[in-house]
T-cell receptor, first 114, second 113 residues
């Protein structure tokens, strides 16, 4: 079945450590997105990519980095500069550049501090 | 800048009763509006969207939403709530092509038996 796979489901980060969250899609979608979800704050956009080898910062990009070397993959790295990384991270994709298509979501990665 | 407001953190309704989850938006152009549902420790599932046309939009699981341009609202409704509808609901808006959805803070729906 086509879909978005996020791994791992749970991740723990030590002080000063960078960690990478994986997001893979087999929907042949051009656009991919990373959101951070905190209780009571909804979803906040971290980074998005409309096409391979191109990406833009969202509202809360500081302390995060991404790459888009392949259409299917959009990994997110949470760097040691992100001082409050504990959150639920959601990856999404969309099939075209039009406005009327919904974003499809993976099942998320929950990141915690050790 | 575009924004979405969900004025209620929580909505409580008895099973079998109608439910409404409220959403208002602010955009400078034509709004493209979406509703999603999230179950615990899962991603978001698409319910319905308004792009253009009829103001009453029907979606998955018996949900519908009413677009009201004068009130800049897009409230989610269901005629008869089920206990299984209990979840977190998000309203979202997209204003310009190629941009990401902007989400409200979410409303927790609790349906009691």
């Amino acid at each position: 079945d086509g879909g978005i796979t996020q791994s791992p489901k749970y991740l723990f980060r030590k002080e000063g450590q960078n960690v990478t969250l994986s997001c893979e899609q087999n929907l042949n979608h051009d656009a991919m997105y990373w959101y951070r979800q905190d209780p009571g704050q909804g979803l906040r956009l971290i980074y998005y990519s409309q096409i391979v080898n191109d990406f833009q910062k969202g509202d809360i990009a500081e302390g995060y980095s991404v790459s888009r070397e392949k259409k299917e993959s959009f990994p997110l790295t949470v760097t040691s500069a992100q001082k409050n990384p504990t959150a639920f991270y959601l990856c999404a994709s969309k099939g075209d550049r039009g406005q009327n298509q919904p974003q499809h979501f993976g099942d998320g990665t929950r990141l915690s501090i050790l | 800048a575009q924004s979405v407001a969900q004025p209620e953190d929580q909505v409580n309704v008895a099973e079998g009763n109608p439910l409404t989850v409220k959403c208002t938006y602010s955009v400078s152009g034509n709004p493209y509006l979406f509703w999603y549902v999230q179950y615990p420790n899962r991603g978001l599932q698409f319910l319905l969207k308004y792009i253009t046309g009829d103001n009453l939009v029907k979606g998955s699981y018996g949900f519908e939403a009413e677009f009201n341009k004068s009130q800049t609202s897009f409230h989610l409704k269901k005629p008869s709530a089920l206990v299984s509808d209990s979840a977190l609901y998000f309203c979202a808006v997209r204003e310009a092509p190629g941009t990401a959805l902007i989400f409200g803070k979410g409303t927790t729906l609790s349906v009691s038996s």
